[in-house]
């Protein structure tokens, strides 16, 4: 019997089920990146558990908002600044009208800013941050699959499908059969990060968990995995 099982739901995002053998009821956590994790136990059936997240999905929509929007107000930015992203820049100028607009030139992208625009507004934030992820994720849909088809390779890792999209909660995850996801907003990371990630998720090719053997196996890929996994935690998704 598999002790995980990832569901992917289209409101609340995906959810970890894990089964527990000291655990006496189901309980539900959403940590501060906004992860939902289902403690199961050994005698109920995964079928259960989703049956109970199910009655539960109004509470973690709301919990991972709250957790999400607090994260989101460090996502603040004034005209004038740069943001890098892989192999370039998005320059934010104040435009002559009243809405967003998007240039590219070459690597780099310049968003015009609607005319009225105030880093303390909210509404228009939000439309930044929209913005800023589509951005993401047609870059990264240019320049991930290669870094982590290089990693598989130097390594002597294989893994099945690789998919790249919009994810407010978690930089990447691998299937139970080996289908890896991305989180787009990668793009926005150093590049040392953006290979531990990769890493990271093909090191789970072979081990499911995060157990000692994992970080194990990681940290002889790449001795600097716990520095960097520490430093990812205070990033902020730009999604």
Known sequence: ???????????????????????????????????????????????????????????????????????????????GESISIINGNIELVRGTVHKFDIMQRNNDFIIELPIAYEKENDAYQQELINMLGEIGKYVAKVHLPAILQSLA?????????????????????????NNISLNSALVFLPDELIRYVCL????????????SIFWESLIGLMP???????????????A
């Open 1 to 79: 019997m598999k002790n995980e099982k990832i569901v992917n739901y289209h409101d609340i995002g995906e959810v970890l089920y894990r089964k527990n053998s000291r655990a006496r009821n189901m309980t539900i956590r959403i940590n501060s990146h906004g992860h939902t994790r289902v403690t199961v136990p050994a005698w109920c059936t995964y079928h259960r558990a989703e049956q109970f997240v199910a009655t539960k999905r109004d509470w973690i929509l709301k919990k991972s908002i709250s957790i999400i929007r607090k994260k989101e107000k460090k996502l603040v930015w004034a005209v």
């Open 153 to 177: 390779e130097e390594n002597g890792f294989k893994y099945n499908k690789l998919t790249i999209r919009r994810m407010k909660s978690r930089w990447g995850s691998c299937s139970s059969t």
């Open 200 to 211: 990271h998720e093909l090191v789970h090719t072979l081990h499911k968990n995060h157990s």
């Open 224 to 238: 600097e995995a716990i520095s960097h996994r520490k430093t990812l935690r205070n990033h902020p998704i730009i």
